[in-house]
């Protein structure tokens, strides 16, 4: 057997997450589809368009709030995925998109002098 080495628990179970990228030509995507697992850290869900590793993509899924790393939870969680990982499936349609949830950008104040 394999050791589980991720950092967060996943969850199984079928939410629905608007995916929207841009290809390198500019051309914007948009896609519809469900996840098969979440965590606090990423997702997994099947495209039907290939993409590849390394994309940003922008997600926008209702996360419950346990899963949810802002401090202020809202009910449609929306951020930057991360593509970590892209498998093609039996289908030559379908793919699966492993994400990594990229942390929200936090104002950082500083004392003045």
């Given at each position: ?49 290939p993409i590849r ?8 899924l209702p996360l ?15 951020t930057t995925g ?32």
């Amino acid at each position: 057997m394999f050791e589980d080495k991720r950092r967060q628990k996943r969850v199984s179970v079928g939410i629905p997450i608007r995916v929207k990228w841009s290809d390198n030509n500019g051309n914007r995507f948009e896609e519809v589809t469900k996840s098969i697992n979440v965590s606090s850290d990423g997702a997994l869900f099947p495209l039907k368009v290939p993409i590849r590793a390394g994309m940003l993509l922008d997600l926008s899924l209702p996360l419950p709030r346990n899963l949810q790393k802002s401090a202020a939870p809202k009910a449609v969680y929306e951020t930057t995925g991360l593509v970590v990982r892209v498998e093609q499936t039996g289908n030559p349609q379908s793919f699966l998109i492993a994400v990594r949830f990229r942390a929200l950008k936090v104002k950082q104040y500083r004392a003045e002098s």
